[in-house]
């Protein structure tokens, strides 16, 4: 495989696992165009016409070496100029087993400017639970304007930067894998039917990335609400949609009738307010939930025959299943 084909297998897997169907996606995507096509000549000039076809701006391809055949990836949560003189030092010490790839979670570049066009994702998963889809985007174009105003100032190109300077491709994997954690958690939980919040943290402890993380001081944790709290309907509306949505949503999912919400991680604005609307929250933990997304994309890659090098927090488990 090529960097352009990884990259359109996470797009494809984001849409697979996306809570939304793939003809709203679609729809979206079409609403873009025609925007795009109302564009003067200079406007469409400056535009990302990327966004025609991926909706996850959060995502994308920074820099392509040109290597055909991918063999080795190293990938990891967050990448930075340190994380790929790592891999320059692997392939100068073991030139046989190169790494031709570093994929990052986290968003860099223009996946890092563009991170909040993925937010509108989280008012579309509220309203399927009940949240009336005018009061969840509202909400949620407030925040979305926060989030935007907060990593303007950043450096987003500096770790593309070294990737063009050290010669190494490199991309970043954000919703597509977040989509794939909200997928699979739901699945478990929805198998195991808790009934109290505390049989929740039972039941996500049997992933091995949270089990792992528990080891390292890192498991799930209850931020609101006790063990012996009935759970009520629960939401998995946190986990995936780029960043934390709005701390005013929580009186809202209660009058919407939720009980509560796994999510990855939680401010503590948002604890508060989680707690005063009387929601549980359950915090499956930041890196590993993280490390689970990440593992279930990267499975896609070594079933294509792609070994896989892990680091900067990243725990490896593959679930495929070996012959
Ligand atoms: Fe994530
Ligand atoms: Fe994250």
Redesign the pocket.
């Known amino acids: 495989m090529n960097i352009q084909q990884i990259y359109k297998l996470a797009i494809e897997l984001g849409i697979k696992n996306d809570f939304r169907p793939k003809s709203q996606i679609e729809k979206q995507l079409k609403r873009i165009k025609e925007k795009y096509e109302k564009l003067s000549k200079d406007e469409k000039a400056l535009f990302d016409t990327e966004k025609l076809t991926n909706p996850y701006t959060d995502s994308c391809v920074h820099f392509d070496s040109g290597v055909k055949n991918i063999k080795r990836v190293m990938a990891g ?1 967050d990448i930075d100029s340190a994380e790929l003189m790592i891999a320059v030092y692997l392939n100068n010490h073991n030139p046989k087993k190169k790494v031709d790839l570093v994929i990052a ?2 968003p860099e570049g223009k996946g890092l400017a563009d991170l909040t066009g993925v937010m509108h994702l989280q008012a579309d998963v509220l309203a399927q639970y009940g949240v009336p889809i005018n009061v969840a985007e509202s909400l949620m174009k407030i925040r979305i304007g926060e989030v935007t105003r907060s990593i303007n100032p950043i450096n987003h190109y500096k770790t593309v930067d070294a990737a063009k300077l050290l010669g190494l491709s490199f991309m970043n994997v ?1 919703t597509p894998a ?1 989509n794939m954690i909200a997928k699979f958690v739901e699945a478990k939980i929805k198998k195991d039917k808790p009934e109290y919040v505390g049989d929740i943290l039972k039941s996500l402890l049997e992933i091995p990335e949270y089990r792992e993380a528990a080891k390292q001081g890192v498991g799930p944790k209850l931020f609101s609400g006790s063990p012996d709290s009935h759970a009520g309907k629960i939401a998995f509306t946190e986990i995936t949609g780029g960043t934390e949505g709005s701390a005013k949503i929580y009186e809202k999912m209660a009058q919407a009738g939720i009980g509560t919400v796994i999510a ?2 939680q401010s503590e604005e948002h604890k508060k307010a989680a707690e005063k609307a009387h929601i549980n929250v359950v915090i499956a933990g ?2 590993s ?2 490390s689970l997304g990440m593992n279930l994309f990267l499975d896609e890659l070594e079933k294509k025959g792609i070994e896989i090098v892990p680091c900067s927090g990243l725990t490896r488990y593959s679930r495929v299943k070996k012959k």
Do not use: L
């Open positions: 949560i979670h986290h954000h977040d990855m991680h930041h890196i939930s993280d």
